[in-house]
C-alpha cells in the first residue's frame, strides 16, 4: 500500500507539546512499518490552528487533483489534525 502522511502542529493551543509534530511522525512510521507500507509523500503545517488554513493540506489536495500523488491511505495521527470542525460538530 501507498500512504501519504499529514501532520499538524499547533502552537496556539496551550494544551500541545513542543514533540508533537515528533510524537506523530514516530506514531505513523512505526503504522507504516509494521504493515509493510510505503510512504510515497509526507506534508506537514507547523505552528497551524485546527480552526485556520492548513497550506500543506490544500497542497495534498492540488496534488491530487492534478495527479502529482497517487497513494491508498491518507495516514494522520488523529481526526483532529485535519480539523477540529469536524471533532466538534
Known amino acids: ?21 515528533a510524537r506523530q511522525k514516530n506514531a505513523c512510521e512505526e503504522v507504516i512499518q509494521k504493515n509493510k507500507w510505503i510512504e510515497v509523500a509526507s506534508y506537514t503545517d507547523h505552528a497551524t490552528s485546527g480552526l485556520g488554513e492548513k497550506p500543506q493540506l490544500m497542497q495534498l489536495k492540488e496534488d491530487v487533483e492534478k495527479g502529482r500523488v497517487r497513494f491508498d491511505i491518507l495516514l494522520i495521527d488523529t481526526l483532529s489534525r485535519l480539523s477540529r470542525k469536524s471533532i466538534t460538530r
Open 1 to 21: 500500500m501507498k500512504v501519504v502522511t499529514y501532520y499538524r502542529y499547533s502552537t496556539a493551543n496551550e494544551m500541545q507539546q513542543d514533540n508533537s509534530e
